[in-house]
C-alpha cells in the first residue's frame, strides 16, 4: 500500500522544514507550501491524505484555505497547527471544518498522535507493505509477529498473529466465527471451534493493556474488535 501523504501548510521555514524531517522519519510523504494560494495549488494536485495549516498565511489565511479545500474536496482531513489560542479562534477553525486544532508550542509526539488518529477515522488503520497494521496508540508487525503499545512490545504465536491480524483488518466490524476457524484451520469443526476460544482467552488478555481497545463476543454469531477513536495519554503542550 502507497504510503500516506500530507501536505505542511507552513510559512515559517525553520518550522515547515522540522515537521517535514520528523514526519519524513514516520514514514510519510511530505509536500510543503508556504501561503494560501501555494496550498490550493498544492492540494489540488497531490490531493494530500491529510493538510497541516497554520492560520497566519500570506496571501490567504488558513481559515479561507480550508473552506475553499473543502469546496475541493468535501471529505478532505485537515488539522490547525497555529499560534492563534483564543476560543474565537478555535470556533473559527471548526467552523471551517477541522478535524483537529493544536496550539504552538507544541509536542511533536502529541501532533503524530492526532494525525494518526484524524487519519484511522477517515481512512482505517494504516496498512504497511510488509502487512503491519498501524493504529493511532499500537502497531502489529505482522512480519515480526509482535503487538508493539506505548511501553510494551508482546511476541505472538504464529496463530495468535493470524487471529489477531484478521480480526483488526476487520475492526468496526464482525467476524464470523466460522470464517475466523476456517482462515486460520482450513475447516470448521468442534475442535478447532474450541481451539479458537482458547486462543481469543490469551488475545484479549493482551488487549486488556491496550486503552480503548476491546474484542467482544457477538452472541451466536462471532467477534468483534472496537478501536475508540481517544487520546489518552496524550502529553501537554511544550516548549
Given amino acids: 500500500m502507497a504510503e500516506r501523504t500530507i501536505l505542511i ?14 514526519f519524513q522519519q514516520e ?21 494530500p491524505d491529510l493538510c497541516i495549516l497554520d492560520v497566519m498565511l500570506p496571501k490567504m489565511d488558513g481559515f479561507q484555505v480550508a473552506r475553499e479545500m473543502r469546496k475541493i474536496a468535501p471529505l ?31 509536542l511533536f509526539e502529541e ?22 497494521l498501524v ?3 499500537f502497531t502489529l508487525h505482522v512480519r515480526e509477529r509482535n503487538l508493539e503499545m506505548p511501553g510494551r512490545t508482546i511476541t505472538l504465536t504464529a ?10 483488518s476487520n475492526a468496526g466490524n464482525m467476524v464470523e466465527r466460522q470464517f475466523l476457524v476456517e482462515q486460520v484451520w482450513g ?24 486503552p480503548g481497545v476491546t474484542l467482544a463476543n457477538v452472541y451466536g454469531k462471532g467477534f468483534l474488535v ?3 477513536e481517544s487520546r489518552a495519554g496524550i502529553g501537554e503542550p511544550g516548549s
Avoid: W
Wanted: charged letters at 25%.
Fill in 9 to 22: 501548510v507552513e510559512d515559517e521555514p525553520h518550522m515547515a522544514e522540522l515537521l517535514r524531517s520528523r
Fill in 27 to 47: 514514514g510519510f510523504v511530505v509536500h510543503h507550501a508556504a501561503d494560501g494560494l501555494e496550498a490550493l495549488a498544492r492540494f489540488t494536485a497531490v490531493r
Fill in 76 to 106: 478532505a482531513a485537515f488539522i490547525f497547527l497555529t499560534a492563534r489560542n483564543t476560543l474565537p479562534d478555535k470556533q473559527a477553525g471548526f467552523n471551517s471544518g477541522c478535524d483537529d486544532y493544536l496550539t504552538k508550542p507544541f
Fill in 111 to 132: 501532533l503524530l498522535l492526532r494525525v494518526n488518529a484524524v487519519l484511522y477515522r477517515t481512512q482505517g488503520p494504516k496498512v504497511h507493505a510488509s502487512g503491519s
Fill in 135 to 137: 493504529f493511532p496508540t
Fill in 159 to 168: 496463530k495468535e498473529n493470524q487471529i489477531l491480524y484478521i480480526l483488526l
Fill in 187 to 210: 475447516r470448521m469443526d468442534d475442535y478447532h471451534s474450541r481451539s479458537l476460544d482458547v486462543y481469543l482467552t490469551r488475545l484479549r488478555k493482551y488487549i486488556q493493556l491496550i
Fill in 226 to 228: 472496537t478501536v475508540a
